[in-house]
């Protein structure tokens, strides 16, 4: 499975992104996918996730301003990111596989995807 993200950007507070990532590969469909973000010198943190019947789970600091969704004909992974904050400054990935799609929740906590994006930067300025 390779993904390739796109979307990132500069932003002041208060505004709006959205990230895409275009899967392609055999079976790209059926796995568990989320987002991760890394600051410098920090470790991944898991932000999104979405699995098998279109569950989502989110890390409690995005929840009600980020927005993970999927269009399964293009085979596109989505990150509507509202309200956007200072310290939501990071390089964000997309990630999928490494876990049942139907345990994708555990993801947010384990960050333990097989496949991963190569990464797009988002700078939120106050």
């Known amino acids: 499975v390779q993904l390739m993200e796109s979307g990132g950007g500069s932003v002041q507070a208060g505004g709006s992104l959205r990230l895409s990532c275009r899967a392609s590969g055999a079976t790209s469909g059926t796995y568990c996918m989320g987002w991760v973000r890394q600051a410098p010198g920090e470790s991944r943190e898991g932000i999104a996730t979405l ?71 988002v700078t939120v300025s106050s």
């Open 51 to 121: 699995g098998s019947g279109g569950r989502t789970t989110y890390r409690d600091s995005v929840k009600g301003r980020f927005t993970i969704s999927k269009d399964n004909d293009k085979n596109t992974l989505y990150l509507q990111m509202d309200s956007l904050k200072s310290e939501d400054t990071d390089v964000y990935y997309c990630a999928a596989g490494g876990i049942p799609s139907w345990d994708c929740a555990a993801q947010l906590s384990q960050v333990d995807f097989r496949y991963w994006g190569q990464g797009t930067q």
